[in-house]
């Protein structure tokens, strides 16, 4: 393998950004309520045990990004010099994708 492929965003940036809202912005670690607009309450095929643990998974995933804010860590740089270290060539892409979700329900913030 020669090559990293990153997508870092998404409807938000996942990166630091000084002029564009992030992924963090409004977040406070640990607010379930800050997914639940993602997940679709008439999803007839998910009970609410589903929800409450993919609400506790999105909330470890996130606060792991979070940390790295927190540290002062621009995981962006980081992969790039980890990339090189290992010569191999970092690529980040910022495509626009289908919004997963995006239109059912409102994120609360």
């Known amino acids: 393998m020669d090559t990293f492929l990153c997508n870092p965003n998404a409807q938000h940036p996942w990166y630091p950004s000084k002029r564009t809202p992030n992924i963090l912005t409004g977040y406070i670690r640990g607010n379930r309520d800050f997914f639940r607009g993602h997940h679709p309450a008439f999803d007839k095929d998910w009970t609410p045990e589903m929800l409450e643990k993919r609400l506790d998974g999105d909330v470890k995933f996130l606060n792991r990004y979070q ?9 962006i740089d980081e992969i790039s010099k980890a990339c090189r270290r290992r ?23």
């Open 67 to 75: 940390d790295l804010a927190d540290a002062g860590v621009n995981w």
């Open 87 to 109: 010569e191999m060539s970092p690529w980040a892409s910022l495509r626009m994708n289908d919004m997963h979700g995006g239109t059912v329900g409102r994120r609360v913030t």
